[in-house]
């Protein structure tokens, strides 16, 4: 059975940070590219950052300089790290896993990021 289990979520003032963690079993991980994407109420859920299997990463421009993916491997764990955080960040984080080569395509259940003062 895949999982993907989304942590790291809460409340942050304005020009906080908050480290999000995806831990996913079920999965030969080495073998997915992971990604982050956001959805906020109303709106259709967008990429953030992803790392492919071999390490390279790809930032949406609005997270560009802010924000940091990384994976372990070895705990079948992937990272976001968000930095001066802004309130237009807010959204429903979610973790996402697409394989090198067949269509197996998993999501997570979700962590709710909230950016207020």
């Known amino acids: 059975q895949v999982q993907l289990v989304e942590s790291g979520g809460g409340l942050v003032q304005p020009g906080g940070s908050l480290r999000l963690s995806c831990a996913a079993s079920?999965?030969?991980?080495?073998?997915?590219?992971m990604g982050w994407y956001r959805q906020e109420p109303g709106k259709q859920r967008e990429l953030v950052a992803t790392?492919?299997?071999?390490?390279?990463?790809n930032y949406a421009d609005s997270a560009k300089g802010r924000f940091t993916i990384s994976r372990d491997n070895a705990k079948n764990t992937v990272y976001l790290q968000m930095n001066s955080l802004k309130p237009e960040d807010t959204a429903v984080y979610y973790c996402?896993?697409?394989?090198?080569?067949?269509?197996?395509?998993?999501w997570g259940q979700g962590t709710q990021v909230t950016v207020s003062s």
């Open positions: 996402n896993a697409a394989h090198l080569f067949a269509r197996d395509n998993y």
């Open positions: 079920g999965i030969f991980f080495r073998m997915y590219h």
């Open positions: 790392i492919l299997s071999g390490g390279s990463t």
